[in-house]
């Protein structure tokens, strides 16, 4: 069964410095999205891709959030610049053209900004 | 009010037994209903899109009340495997797909 994947599992950074989360996306999927869980609250959407732009994002996708799709595999989140509070759990997800727009989860990457 | 509101439990319940989450959102123009369980720090998994007519997938059984805007999910004969939470997600019509989720029932299943 095709899944979204994720790297890194886990990645420990220090305030201030950039992180790149890196997502693979099922083949025949057309939209992609990132979502965060920050520990113990409810998932959040951050923001929505398609067709090599930018569909809606949030209040907390500012000026220090990026994404890319610099192949036609990968799908990035670059974090520009870590604050403490960007410590979560990341989610890419990927759903593929149809009226209910099912969106499938990768596992995450576990951010943690010391 | 809340986009997406949940009972967020815990719900403890005897392998067997039949148990019921609700969840109400707020936004009419929502398009699209699902339920996802989530396990301890592991991503959401998709257990069943909910229809306007209701759906049925084995043990599981998910109504849609549109006028109440009003999501349900039954267990029938449920198992430890179930212990999970349950996320009651919505989609918004137009925009960018974004999902909206509830905070989630804690569902434990004992023996």
């Known amino acids: 069964e095709p899944e979204v994947t994720q790297t890194p599992s886990h990645q420990v950074t220090q305030m201030g410095q950039e992180v790149i989360l890196r997502c693979v996306p099922i083949?025949?999927?057309?939209?992609f999205y990132w979502y965060r869980q920050i520990l113990g609250q409810k998932v959040e959407f951050l923001v929505s891709?398609?067709?090599?732009?930018?569909?809606?994002k949030s209040e907390i996708f500012d000026d220090q959030f990026s994404v890319e799709r610099p192949d036609g595999s990968n799908f990035t989140l670059k974090i520009r610049s870590t604050k403490l509070e960007d410590s979560a759990m990341y989610f890419c997800?990927?759903?593929?053209?149809?009226?209910?727009?099912?969106?499938?989860f990768g596992p995450g990457t576990r951010l943690t900004v010391t | 009010r809340k986009e997406v509101e949940q009972d967020p439990g815990p719900f403890n319940v005897p392998e067997g037994a039949t148990v019921a989450f609700n969840c109400t959102y707020s936004?009419?123009?929502?398009?699209?209903f699902f339920w996802y369980r989530q396990d301890c720090r592991k991503e959401p998994k998709l257990l069943m899109s909910?229809?306007?007519s209701g759906n049925e997938d084995g043990r599981f059984t998910a109504q849609l009340n549109r006028a109440s805007q009003y999501i349900s999910l039954l267990i029938r004969d449920s198992k430890l495997s179930d212990s999970a939470t349950y996320l009651c997600?919505?989609?918004?019509?137009?925009?960018?797909?974004?999902?909206?989720f509830g905070t989630g029932t804690q569902l434990k299943v004992e023996l």
């Open positions: 997800a990927s759903s593929e053209l149809g009226t209910l727009y099912e969106q499938y």
């Open positions: 083949s025949n999927h057309l939209y």
């Open positions: 891709f398609y067709n090599n732009e930018i569909s809606e």
């Open positions: 936004n009419s123009a929502s398009q699209s």
């Open positions: 909910v229809y306007s």
């Open positions: 997600v919505v989609l918004r019509a137009g925009g960018g797909n974004k999902l909206t």
